[in-house]
């Protein structure tokens, strides 16, 4: 499978806890960015990468929340402190370098549970 | 400000008959505007997209939407539903941005009974 994969897939963790989250793009794909979806909402955009260069963050993404893609491949994201207002799927999207700013593809997404 | 508004939070339909998911934008730009599908367990997937070429647009498994400037409207469509069509509907608009935000909708969920 070529596609994007997320690493785990579910995760339950307790209050206070750090846990780090990551994604493969697809191999060329040199764009990639971080969504979080929470239940009955459409996914609400986090961050994004060109390259190594984390180029855009959005207000959601507070100071317990770090994101990295060091060699321009894979991406972690790291939410320290979990609170339960974290609960949600965190999905990871890329696309190519070239064109077609907007055809993303996406992982299936890792779904965080904070008791 | 970019932003999309899907005006019906469920959808249930008969199988084989017509399906239709409304949406409206918002938009000072010319948008590009998109549908996505989640089926359970599975990533979103691309059905179909508009970027300002024929308004109206084919996409996969037999969906298309029309672009409406004047309604500013962009609803899905397909002639006959089928048992696999059931999933959450996301009706997304391109950011004017350079590098690809997405803004999506609150979603649609479709079910479908036999």
């Known amino acids: 499978d070529t596609g994007v994969s997320q690493d785990p897939r579910h995760k339950i963790t307790k209050r206070g806890q750090n846990v780090t989250f990551r994604c493969d793009p697809i191999?060329?794909?040199?764009?990639l960015y971080w969504y979080r979806q929470t239940l009955g909402q459409g996914p609400e955009f986090l961050t994004y990468?060109?390259?190594?260069?984390?180029?855009?963050k959005s207000r959601l993404l507070s100071d317990r929340f770090s994101a990295e893609r060091p060699k321009g491949s894979f991406s972690t994201l790291e939410i320290q402190r979990t609170e339960q207002g974290d609960s949600a799927m965190y999905l990871c999207?890329?696309?190519?370098?070239?064109?077609?700013?907007?055809?993303?593809?996406f992982g299936p997404g890792t779904r965080l549970t904070v008791t | 400000a970019q932003s999309v508004t899907q005006l019906d939070s469920h959808v249930s339909v008969s199988e084989g008959t017509p399906v239709l998911l409304r949406c409206n934008y918002s938009?000072?730009?010319?948008?590009?505007l998109f549908w996505y599908v989640q089926h359970p367990n599975k990533g979103l997937q691309l059905l179909l997209k508009?970027?300002?070429?024929?308004?109206l647009v084919k996409g996969i498994n037999g969906f298309e939407a029309e672009f409406k400037k004047s309604e500013t409207s962009f609803h899905l469509t397909k002639p006959s539903a089928h048992m696999s069509d059931a999933a959450e509907y996301f009706c997304?608009?391109?950011?004017?941005?350079?590098?690809?935000?997405?803004?999506f909708g609150a979603g649609t969920q479709v079910v479908v009974t036999p």
């Open positions: 999207a890329s696309s190519p370098p070239t064109g077609k700013l907007y055809e993303q593809y």
């Open positions: 191999s060329e794909h040199n764009r």
């Open positions: 990468f060109q390259n190594e260069a984390q180029l855009e």
């Open positions: 938009s000072s730009y010319s948008p590009s």
């Open positions: 508009y970027t300002s070429a024929a308004t």
């Open positions: 997304v608009v391109g950011g004017t941005d350079s590098w690809g935000k997405l803004q």
